[in-house]
């Protein structure tokens, strides 16, 4: 069984930057994708960014395009999303979620809306002043 840990959040000045982690364990990462997603109170989850096991990425926020960016470390079974120039609307809770990828396509095939088999339990991201 895949089980995902979400880290790295807290709370950052808008302009700022977190760099979110998702540690993997009971399994090898480096066979699944791996999507970021958040949740914002009172609205409904969306897909941030996605990243196949060939390290290919797949952008699914036009906001967050050119100050987020996703990443893997697959010796270290981690994917990393480096959140820079953070504003006011991106306070969510950030979730990981992993879906096994025999054949590269996770992100455009399963894409934001899913079904994603496995999650994490999320991390809150606040940006404010």
């Known amino acids: 069984q895949l089980q995902l840990v979400e880290s790295g959040g807290g709370l950052v000045q808008p302009g700022g930057s977190l760099r979110l982690s998702c540690a993997a364990s009971?399994?090898?990462?480096?066979?699944?994708?791996i999507g970021w997603f958040r949740q914002a109170p009172g609205k409904e989850r969306e897909g941030v960014l996605c990243i196949s096991n060939s390290g290919s990425t797949t952008n699914y926020l036009d906001s967050v395009r050119g100050r987020f960016t996703i990443s893997r470390d697959n010796a270290k079974n981690t994917v990393y999303l480096q959140m820079d120039s953070l504003k006011p609307e991106d306070t969510a809770v950030y979730y990981c979620?992993?879906?096994?990828?025999?054949?590269?396509?996770?992100?455009?095939?399963?894409?934001?809306?899913?079904?994603?088999?496995?999650w994490g339990q999320g991390v809150q991201v606040t940006v404010s002043s």
């Open positions: 009971g399994r090898t990462l480096g066979n699944y994708g």
């Open positions: 979620a992993a879906e096994y990828e025999p054949f590269p396509g996770v992100c455009t095939v399963i894409g934001a809306k899913g079904p994603w088999t496995y």
